[in-house]
């Protein structure tokens, strides 16, 4: 599947982004997504992210320090995984990227982990300040 990530900028302490993954390709609606993010000298870790809890139940996932800020969400009529990020603070800024695994069971807990994704986008640059 092929994934295009857009919506990043720069924005004010406290402000709001929504950032956008759009995927294409065979099947894109069988694909769980997780957000990623990098930051100056640091390693790519996980965000957010959105698999399946049941047939018809989406599991959300999220790191400790977006809870509460940050939302994910899927429109599957559009393959598009969203992140809303409310309340940035500058050490959200990072460029961040959205990546893919297959679904493979009715219960699919994405993973946390970067190596478990087969795709991933390009990233969009997130700044945070004043």
């Known amino acids: 599947v092929q994934l295009q990530a857009s919506g990043g900028g720069l924005v004010q302490p406290g402000g709001s982004l929504s950032l956008s993954c759009v995927a294409s390709?065979?099947?894109?609606?069988?694909?769980?997504v997780g957000w990623f993010r990098e930051a100056p000298g640091k390693e790519r870790e996980f965000v957010a992210a959105?698999?399946?809890?049941?047939?018809?139940?989406?599991?959300?996932d999220y790191t400790d320090s977006v809870k509460g800020r940050f939302t994910i969400s899927r429109d599957s009529a559009r393959n598009t995984v969203g992140l809303q990020m409310n309340n940035l603070k500058a050490e959200d800024t990072a460029v961040y990227y959205c990546?893919?695994?297959?679904?493979?069971?009715?219960?699919?807990?994405?993973?946390?982990?970067?190596?478990?994704?087969?795709?991933w986008g390009q990233g969009t640059l997130v700044t945070v300040s004043s």
């Open positions: 959105i698999g399946w809890g049941g047939p018809n139940k989406y599991y959300t």
């Open positions: 390709g065979r099947a894109p609606s069988s694909y769980a």
């Open positions: 990546a893919a695994v297959r679904r493979h069971t009715v219960v699919f807990i994405p993973s946390r982990s970067t190596s478990e994704y087969t795709d």
